[in-house]
C-alpha cells in the first residue's frame, strides 16, 4: 500500500508541473493581430491615390524606393514613393500642414530649397503638437500611421541617403540629416517606414 501511495503522490506531483506548462501562443498571436492591421489599410483610397500598406519595418530611404519599386500588392505592380504633397493628403486634423495649409512645404517649394528668392516655407510652423493621452489615442493619420514615412524628394546631402519625411505623430514634415559619428567612425543613416503610391 506504502508503495503505491507513494507511486500516486510521485504520478501526482509529476501530472501537476507537466501539466501546468502550456505552449505560450502570445507571440505568435501577437504577430498575426500586427500583421492584419498593418494590411488592414491596403488599397486605401485617399484623394485619388491608392496606398499601399506600411512596410513591415523602418527602411533606409534608399532600401524604401527599391522597396516601393519592387512591391506587388493588390495585383498591382506599379508602386512608387510619394511626393510630399501626397503625404500631406494624408493627414488629418493638423490644419497648417494638411493639404492646403499654411505650411510652405510643397514638392515644388522644396525644389527651390536653395534659391532664397523662392524659398517658401517656415519649418517652424509646420508641425502640430505632439499628442497622446489616454482619452485621445489618434494620430495625425488618415490611415492611423504613427509613424513617420519616406517621401521621393530627396535631402540635399552629398552623398544622398535620405529625403523629406512626413511624421504622423505630430503632423510635421521634416528634412534628416544623414550624420558622421567621427567617434565610431561611422554614418549614421535614418529609416523610416514607407506607404508606396500608385
Known sequence: MRKFTLTAGILLFLFLFVSCERTDYYD???EVYREAERLSTSGAVVDGNMWSARSKEPLTWREASEYCH???ELEHNDW???TIDELRTLIKDC???ETGG???FTDECIKNEEDPVNNCFEPQSCTCEWRYSYQD???YSKLDDWDALWSSIPNNCKNNEDAWYVNFSDGGIYKPNTSYNAACE???TPVNYVRCVR
Open 28 to 30: 505568435e498571436i501577437t
Open 80 to 82: 512608387r514613393l510619394p
Open 186 to 188: 561611422y554614418y549614421y
Open 95 to 97: 490644419s497648417a500642414t
Open 102 to 104: 499654411s505650411c510652405g
Open 70 to 72: 519592387d512591391l506587388r
Open 137 to 139: 489615442d489618434s494620430s
